[in-house]
Structures are given as structure tokens and as C-alpha cells.
């Protein structure tokens, strides 16, 4: 049974920083990965999906890695912004559709 | 093009009582996923249609719950009856195929039962 843990739970930061958000999963038989991002009282939008093939991607300020070996994806966000400041879930992609996990909310301080 | 479409954004409904939940897909994705977020807790995988059949229903908490995708369209979840535990947030999403693709998500169904 796939799980996903994700650290930290909760993350505030100063704006212009740089960080890291972390997942991890047991079961490395996965078809990808994906980083999601909720904003309060809203639904999920996509962010980035690495292939289980691929090590990573990127858009714009987001770099996602993914580790299958070790069962490890990251999420790094370069300069943050204010309107980062988000619930961030990553999901692994199995045979069973998506296991998510518990999600790391982002404050980023102006 | 339309994302994934879900109806209503919001239900209060007493113990007890139904609600349907819709869910509209992006045209043209076979795959069709519930999921659901209750308070506190991980997204939690409901089911999967592969056009009208269900592919694996193996999420589904108990009988009070019945999901349907009528000419492998639009999906409806009803929850019959409703009970506390049932509130949450519930998720629909769909992808071309199964796996690989990038699954897309609707905004979600906020249901409270009081």
C-alpha cells in the first residue's frame, strides 16, 4: 500500500527566499509524480509531473526532482513570492490512481 | 477548453438526508476519478470509471455511497443517507489515459451534513 508523507507541515518564510518542500513515498512503482498546489477554498492545480522515466522539471520558479530509488521527489521554489503562499500536495501516481499526501502550507511573508 | 466541472461548489444538508454530487470531465478523457477530503485528513482515492464501468471501486467507504457515469459522460456520487462523517471536501478528476497522463481536477464539492 502506497504512502506519502510530506515535510513540513507547515513552512513560513520571508519573501525572496529560496525553499525546499519535500515528499515521500513508499512504493516505488509508480507511474509519475505530481506537485499540486490548493489555494484555500479552491480546487487543485496542477503544477509540475515528472514521469517515473525522468529525474526532473521545471516551470518558471518551480523545480520539481524526483528520486525514485529513494522514494523521494522535492519541490524547490526559487525567490518566493507572496502569491506562493498555498497548500502544496504532491501525489504519487500508482496502479490505483493518485496517493496523496498530507500537503505542506506555505505562508510566504511580504 | 473546459476543465473538469463539478456541481454544486457547496451543500448543507441534514443527517440523513441524499445529496448528488456531479462531476463534468473534460471532454473526451476516458478516466474519471472521485476522491475526497475529509477534515484533517489526506485526499483519499473514492473511484475510477473507465468510460461508464467502474475500473476499481475499491475506496468507496461503504454501501451509502453510489457513483454512476451514464454513457460515459458526466458522473454523479450520491450519498444516501448522509451521515457526519460523510462531510468534506469531494474532488473529481479526469485524464485522457490511465496512469501516465496528468490527471486535471475540478474545484471540488464542499458538503457539510449537520
Known amino acids: 500500500k502506497q504512502e506519502v508523507t510530506q515535510i513540513p507541515a507547515a513552512l513560513s518564510v520571508p519573501e525572496g527566499e529560496n525553499l525546499v518542500l519535500n515528499c515521500s513515498f513508499t512504493?516505488?512503482?509508480?507511474?509519475?509524480l505530481q506537485w499540486f498546489r490548493q489555494d484555500p477554498g479552491k480546487g487543485l492545480t496542477s503544477l509540475l509531473l515528472i514521469q517515473s522515466s525522468q529525474r526532473e522539471q521545471t516551470s518558471g520558479r518551480l523545480n520539481a526532482s524526483l528520486d525514485k530509488s529513494s522514494g523521494r521527489s522535492t519541490l524547490y521554489i526559487a525567490a518566493s513570492q507572496p502569491g506562493d503562499s498555498a497548500t502544496y500536495l504532491c501525489a504519487a501516481t500508482g496502479r490505483r490512481a493518485l496517493t496523496f499526501g498530507s500537503g505542506t502550507r506555505l505562508q510566504v511573508q511580504p | 477548453e473546459a476543465g473538469v466541472t463539478q456541481f454544486p461548489s457547496h451543500s448543507v444538508i441534514e443527517k440523513g438526508q441524499t445529496v448528488t454530487l456531479r462531476c463534468d470531465p473534460i471532454?473526451?478523457?476516458?478516466?474519471l476519478y472521485w476522491y475526497r477530503r475529509v477534515m484533517g485528513k489526506e485526499i483519499k482515492f473514492l473511484l475510477h470509471?473507465?468510460?461508464?464501468?467502474?475500473?476499481?471501486e475499491s475506496g468507496m467507504p461503504n454501501n451509502r455511497f453510489l457513483a454512476e457515469r451514464t454513457g460515459g459522460t458526466y458522473s454523479t456520487l450520491k450519498v444516501q443517507p448522509a451521515e457526519l462523517e460523510d462531510s468534506g471536501v469531494y474532488f473529481c478528476?479526469?485524464?485522457?489515459?490511465?496512469?501516465?497522463?496528468?490527471?486535471?481536477f475540478g474545484q471540488g464539492t464542499r458538503l457539510t451534513v449537520v
Open positions: 471532454s473526451g478523457h476516458d478516466n
Open positions: 512504493d516505488s512503482a509508480i507511474y509519475n
Open positions: 470509471f473507465v468510460k461508464e464501468s467502474k475500473q476499481d
Open positions: 478528476a479526469s485524464s485522457q489515459e490511465r496512469g501516465r497522463n496528468r490527471a486535471f
